[in-house]
């Protein structure tokens, strides 16, 4: 079944792997592939490369998504692409769902907050998620592409959520407000228990900072009702048949270990794979035929190289029936603009 | 010392590290290599399951894996003495959202365990040389400022202290920052990025490891290569000598591109250049 096919009733496709192995342009090729299909996509991806980010009209300093220009085929859709922006992601996510602005005020008063929330755990993975939730139900596009942010493993991508959902737990809020407690026997042994650990906690940190923590999470704990409601949505929305996840590995035989572990814990959060997209298995000119001998002995290598890569993949693939893989081919020129996006979905259509 | 290796994704920041890592252990240097977070790439390249605590994979050369979670765990249990309160603190699901939900605190707690044999504080730990694996730009450069950051936020008492003496560490003579890059468009532009980024951060040049370069073209190749791959090879060697931008910065090796499958062979041939490096 060729990959065309695999895609053809999907809503929502996820790509998702570490970083390094090309996926933004893999995702952008699929963009252009399934807008050529007469569908009105939207690729969403957070910090494109630059040369990537020109060749998609997002160079720009907007957010909003942006009709790509230049596409063409026999049924002509269109393509549309949008930058997550990493930089201020949590700032928006805190004034779209807080209850009010003295919340958003109090929360980017805070010390800790202002200094450090750009690195929150979590915090651009949650926000990509719920910026295609967003533009899912919205209901402006065919199909929604999710590029995901490179992540040292990709099973970091799944947990996100939940990670996120955590940070605004509300008994962590509690925990930190001293004094005043509610008097059930339960909470008092909980709370004598938890003062221990809060005051070797201050020992240790100082007072300022634990009440500069207390504060970020009694701001934080504002925002929870909204968190779980979205991240209950996502997972919906991820676990739903018309919501496809694509893994783009490169050939290296620790990369694809480690693309099918990340495919089987797919499986544990109820998502469905559908297939692994195999990057720069060969290079464009190993099919050139007649010209491929030379007495070059480093041409000699670079050929034995690609030659046992591409036996490893198709090891890799007898060894694993049940999953559809599709290799491509590596460009002999760097990505340099649209065209070579195009170039790259007509690849994706004959796989 | 402790010497950082990061890059774009892709550009074999692992392989490097590991390379480097052996040669400075055949030199005779009680070495540490140290993976950071989830990844388990050495664990399939020495069939050894590796933990927060360093394993004995050569003569010199232990391996460990790091996270910020295991980090301030130790730390915990290095001040309070008692692990009774320790437990408090991690075996409990509220506890376990702080250590994820408070900002900064894994990264200064990881950033903290790398710098304690300079700071002297912690369990002691007995290696010359730390190689740190670490993460590729973003999350790297996250992971460097948090400590300015965190001092920062809080100036009194003892997280305020710590912060700043891990910045110190971070932006002082001991620690190497080594950008690993490839002759390819993207890997050179995010490399400089990222080399920039250090820079402002702690003050520190960090040097290039010029990966998978390209050996020059003899003229008489020239003419019986196909066109294809004889204009890649030309388009690799203009990029490897416009690299030009890497003049800021000086270049710590240039390592070529080694056509084998096997990440250990890898790891050994670029191990051998390392030390003729350190040898000069």
């Not at chain 2, 506890?95 to 950033?111: D, F, I, N, S, Y």
């Amino acid at each position: 079944m060729s990959l065309l096919s695999r895609l053809e009733n999907a809503k929502v496709i996820v790509s998702a792997g570490t970083g390094g192995v090309g996926k933004t342009t893999v995702s952008a090729a699929l963009g252009v592939l399934m807008a050529r299909q007469g569908k009105k996509v939207l690729v969403l991806t957070i910090d494109p490369a630059k040369r990537l980010a020109q060749a998609l009209g997002l160079d720009g300093p907007t957010f909003e998504p942006k009709q790509v220009e230049g596409i063409d085929g026999a049924k002509v859709g269109t393509l549309y692409a949008s930058m997550i922006d990493a930089e201020t992601i949590f700032d928006k996510f805190v004034d779209k769902f807080a209850p009010n602005a003295n919340v958003v005020n109090q929360l980017k008063k805070n010390r800790l907050y202002q200094q450090l929330v750009t690195a929150l755990t979590g915090s651009q993975e949650f926000t990509s998620m719920d910026r295609l939730l967003t533009e899912y139900e919205e209901g402006n596009y065919d199909l929604i592409i999710l590029d995901t942010p490179p992540t040292q493993n990709a099973v970091d991508f799944l947990r996100a959520p939940q990670r996120i959902v955590q940070l605004f737990d509300e008994r962590i809020t509690k925990w930190f407000i001293r004094g005043g407690e509610k008097s059930s026997f339960i909470s008092k042994i909980v709370s004598r228990g938890t003062h221990t650990a809060l005051a070797a906690l201050e020992k240790i940190t100082g007072a300022e900072f634990i009440s500069e923590l207390s504060d970020f999470f009694e701001q934080m704990s504002f925002l929870q009702a909204s968190v779980k409601e979205r991240s209950r949505r996502v997972e919906g929305l991820l676990q739903k048949k018309e919501t496809l996840f694509l893994v783009v590995a490169s050939a290296d035989q620790e990369k694809l270990r480690e693309a099918k572990r990340f495919g089987e814990s797919l499986k544990d959060y109820q998502f469905h794979l559908e297939g692994m997209i195999l990057n720069r298995v060969y290079p464009e000119w190993f099919h050139q035929g007649k010209e491929m001998t030379s007495p070059s002995k480093f041409f000699g290598e670079v050929k034995d190289f690609y030659r046992s890569q591409m036996k490893a993949v198709e090891k890799f693939k007898s060894e694993n029936p049940k999953l559809a893989i599709f290799s491509l081919m590596e460009s002999d020129q760097p990505m340099n603009g649209l065209k070579d996006i195009v170039k790259l979905s007509r690849e994706l259509e004959e796989i | 010392m402790i010497h950082f290796v990061s890059g774009k994704g892709g550009v074999g920041k692992s392989l490097t590290a590991a390379s480097y890592a052996h040669a400075l252990s055949q030199q005779g240097r009680k070495t540490l290599l140290v993976e950071l977070g989830g990844s388990r790439f050495f664990e399939y390249i020495y069939g050894k399951s590796l933990g927060f605590e360093p394993t004995l994979v050569e003569q010199n050369l232990s391996l460990c894996l790091w996270d910020g979670e295991t980090c301030l765990r130790e730390y915990l249990e290095y001040l309070l003495k008692f692990s009774r309160i320790v437990d408090l603190f991690f075996d409990n699901t509220i506890m376990q959202a702080l250590v994820h939900g408070a900002p900064g605190l894994k990264e200064l707690a990881l950033t903290g365990k790398i710098t304690s044999r300079e700071r002297k504080v912690g369990p002691s730990l007995p290696f010359e040389e730390l190689v740190v694996d670490a993460y590729s730009t973003g999350h790297f450069l996250a992971l460097l400022s948090a400590p300015l950051a965190m001092s920062k936020a809080i100036s009194i008492g003892p997280m305020g202290s710590q912060s700043r003496a891990i910045h110190e560490v971070l932006s002082g003579p001991l620690v190497e920052y080594l950008v690993v890059v490839n002759p390819e468009e993207l890997p050179l532009t995010e490399g400089l990025e990222l080399a920039r980024g250090i820079e402002k951060q702690t003050s520190r040049k960090p040097k290039w490891i010029k990966n998978r370069w390209w050996p020059p073209m003899e003229e008489s190749e020239k003419g019986s290569l196909p066109q294809a791959f004889a204009e890649k090879w030309q388009s690799r060697r203009e990029l490897q000598t416009q690299f030009d931008p890497g003049s800021e910065y000086e270049t710590a090796i240039v390592l070529p591109q080694i056509w084998s499958h096997n990440n250990k062979d890898k790891i050994y041939s670029l191990a051998s250049l390392w030390m003729k490096e350190l040898r000069e």
